[in-house]
Every structure is written in C-alpha cells, then in structure tokens.
C-alpha cells in the first residue's frame, strides 16, 4: 500500500533552516509529480511547491519562492523540502503528497515550529 | 491565484439527515486536457486530509456511496446522503487546473 512518512520537522530560530523528507513506498515513486503543501495551526491548507517526476519540472508559490527548494531522489524513494530564512508565519505542519493536481495520497505531516 | 469559496463554513448536522457543502471557483475549473481537477477532501480531527471525490465526481476507493459530488465550470457540489458519526470533520475543495492550485477554507460538519 502506498505510504508517505515526513521527518525533519521539529523547533527552529526565526531566520534558521530546516530540512524536510518524505520516504515513499508502495508505488513506483519515479513514475510520479510529487508536492509539498502546510497547514498552519488552526488554519487552512496551503500549496508550497511542486516537482517532476524527473526533477525537470520545479514550481513554487510565490510565499516560499527563493528561501524553499524542493528535490527528490527517485533511487532512494525519497522527496525533500530545504527550507531556508525560516519565520514564524512558516510554523505549520508540513505534508508531503502524491500527483498534485489529484492529491491521491498524503502524508501523516510533520511539525516546524519556528520560535525564539 | 483562483479562489475557491465554500459554504456554508459550519455545518450542523442531524444523524442520517443529508448535507450538502458548495464550492465556488473564481474561474473555470477547466484544464487544457480537458479534465476538470476540482478535488473534495475530508480531514477528521487530528488527522490528515484524505481525498474522497476527484476530478468533481469520483469517489474514491473505499469511500462510502453516500458521498457523491457533482458540477462543473465554477460550481460544484459535494453531498452526504445521510450523515454518520464518522463524518464530523472538515471538508475542502482544491483545485489542481491553476497554479497555485488551491483550496477552499473549509466547512466544518459537526453532528447537532
């Protein structure tokens, strides 16, 4: 069965960074869009970045564009998220999910706290 | 970016009455290929999202039959024929035509 597991999130400095990953098992992960999408607490859900299955297609939302990079090592079945400059309105919880455009399966979501 | 209204935002329900949430799209919901990615989502407390219709009205594997959705263009419906306990929770629409894709606020279903 199709699973996505996050790790990485945790507490970290205004202005710091963090790296996020997401292992994938249970489909063949080179053959699919892979996303990055946040939910702040008690919020709503927000897109912050797509990528292709060979990495050739790479998109971003404009909150996220320039300090977020999104990659992926399709031998390793895994998705990243580098997330750089870090502020508090990036505190939310972070889900890794397959084909962006269908969101056919998620993550159970990783926490990223960003506090002084 | 498209913004996707939903309503209502709260949604008390009786037992085994229906219910029926709308979402409402800023524009066409239309993509080249011709499909239509409006995607319903359910997210139960503490959980993560789960998708129950895609692509406006596909439910699913092992969602129940009473969820069904429907529309087209820039309205669409997501309908429970009769609620049970196990469908309190949040629902969203999104949107996978226009990048940014995007989400609805969500409507919260709770039992009266």
């Known amino acids: 069965q199709v699973q996505l597991v996050e790790s990485g999130g945790g507490l970290v400095k205004p202005g710091g960074s963090l790296r996020l990953s997401c292992a994938a098992s249970?489909?063949?992960?080179?053959?699919?869009?892979m996303t990055w999408i946040r939910q702040a607490p008690g919020k709503g859900l927000e897109f912050l970045s797509y990528i292709g299955n060979g990495a050739d297609t790479i998109i971003y939302a404009d909150s996220v564009k320039g300090r977020f990079t999104i990659s992926r090592d399709n031998a390793g079945n895994s998705l990243f998220l580098q997330m750089n400059s870090l502020s508090a309105e990036d505190t939310a919880i972070y889900y890794c999910?397959?084909?962006?455009?269908?969101?056919?399966?998620w993550g159970q979501g990783t926490l990223v706290t960003v506090s002084s | 970016d498209v913004v996707l209204t939903q309503s209502p935002l709260s949604l008390p329900v009786t037992l085994g009455q229906p219910a029926s949430i709308s979402c409402r799209s800023s524009q066409s919901l239309v993509y080249g290929d011709g499909n239509t990615y409006l995607n319903w989502f359910q997210q139960r407390p503490g959980q993560s999202p789960r998708r129950l219709i895609y692509k406006v009205s596909n439910r699913d594997s092992g969602v129940p039959d009473r969820f069904s959705g429907s529309g087209s263009g820039t309205e669409f419906t997501l309908k429970i024929s009769r609620v049970e306990t196990e469908d309190v929770g949040v629902y969203y629409c999104?949107?996978?035509?226009?990048?940014?894709?995007?989400f609805g606020p969500g409507t919260k279903v709770e039992i009266k």
């Open positions: 999104m949107q996978g035509t226009h990048w940014p894709f995007t």
């Open positions: 249970g489909f063949t992960f080179s053959d699919y869009y």
């Open positions: 999910a397959k084909s962006p455009r269908l969101l056919d399966y």
